[in-house]
């Protein structure tokens, strides 16, 4: 771990009035510690993320310490408190809800170790407390998937049934407003059921059932929209065993670009999905080494791209491509 010691030339953080307090000497990516507070591993994009994080670590040499949370947010406060007190050079944060993380960051700040929220985003109120956040535009995600159900059933009436992420999480939050937006103004497509699956491919599995059953059998479900495709293979499986045929009779779309949704499309039983890459990590660490080695501010968003994939992509070959990433 390296030593800070303020600077003093205006070009600095501090001086740009921006998030962080003091910048450190120059320090080589291998000398850097970065503690990380992963959510857990709901889903395999999250299981991708973290065995990309730590090959992202290892190719810099940076030390990488990852405080698994199984989901709970004080958790992830433990792990932050423990981080500062190792006094390591940086702080990974996927905080699991938006909100309540005002006076752990705060603690961070003033033991002067920069913050960067990786794949989700924390209420605009902790703006200051943070260097910047790699995320997707989750809204956009949403609007992606609402638009390509729109087009797909091209003025047909379509009853969809949502399958939401982690109450209180951005991304889920995010992902159901722009899926709202991609489907305003076209009256033929209605949301008529929406629930958490929370991510999981179990709970996925449970709510569609309810919800398949809510809908007299789901003979009147055109079409599934789920916050990730972990919720997806579990509600296509939920699909099946109630006699109905998903990719076909019944649309889906999705979020995260999964190998196993790739599979299921090849099969015929899914749709679409929109991707977000598990390298969160690889960006964070160039945007610290950047700032601890030069003082170079990141922006406050780095933005990774949402491509939206359908059975046109060569779903077998994706799969191909993915299927030893970690996922
Ligand atoms: O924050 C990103 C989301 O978290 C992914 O889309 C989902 O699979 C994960 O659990």
């Known amino acids: 771990m390296t030593a800070r010691t303020p600077v003093s030339s205006c070009l600095t953080a501090l001086c740009l009035g921006l998030a962080t307090t003091a910048l450190p000497m120059a320090a080589a990516a291998a000398d850097l510690t970065v503690g ?14 973290t065995t990309v994080s730590k090959v992202e670590a290892e190719k810099r040499g940076i030390t990488l310490k990852i405080a698994d949370a199984q989901q709970k947010q004080e958790n992830q406060i433990k792990a932050i408190r423990a981080f500062v007190a190792q006094g390591v050079d940086a702080i990974f944060l996927a905080p699991v809800v938006s909100t309540g993380w005002e006076t752990v960051l ?24 943070y260097l910047t956040a790699v995320t997707s535009d989750s809204v956009h995600e949403g609007k992606v998937a609402g638009e390509w159900l729109v087009k797909t059933v091209a003025g047909k009436p379509c009853n969809v049934v949502e399958l939401q992420g ?7 939050t995010n992902r159901k407003k722009g899926f709202e937006d991609g489907i305003a103004g076209h009256a033929n497509v209605t949301i008529v059921r929406s629930q958490t699956g929370e991510f999981t491919r179990a709970k996925g599995k449970e709510v569609m059932e309810s919800f398949i059953k809510a809908e007299g059998g ?9 916050h990730n495709d972990d919720m997806m293979v579990g509600a296509i499986q939920a699909m099946k065993e109630a006699g109905l045929k998903p990719g076909s009779e019944v649309l889906t779309v999705s ?15 899914a749709n679409a999905t929109v991707e977000l890459t598990p390298n969160m990590a690889g960006p964070a660490f160039d945007a610290i080494v950047a700032f601890k080695e030069k003082g170079t501010v990141p922006p406050k968003w780095i933005q990774t791209e949402s491509k939206l994939y359908t059975a046109a992509d060569d779903p077998m070959k994706v799969y191909e491509s993915k299927k030893d990433l970690g996922y």
């Open 218 to 226: 789901g003979k009147s479900i055109c079409a599934v929209y789920a």
């Open 255 to 269: 979020i995260d670009a999964v190998p196993d949704i790739f599979k299921a499309m090849a099969a015929g039983e």
């Open 166 to 172: 982690t109450v209180g999480a951005s991304v889920a």
């Open 106 to 129: 705060a603690e961070a700040k003033e033991a002067e170790i920069p913050v960067v929220l990786l794949d989700r985003d924390i209420d605009p109120s902790g703006k200051d407390l």
């Open 36 to 49: 990380f507070s992963q959510i857990g591993s709901e889903s395999g994009w999250r299981a991708a993320e």
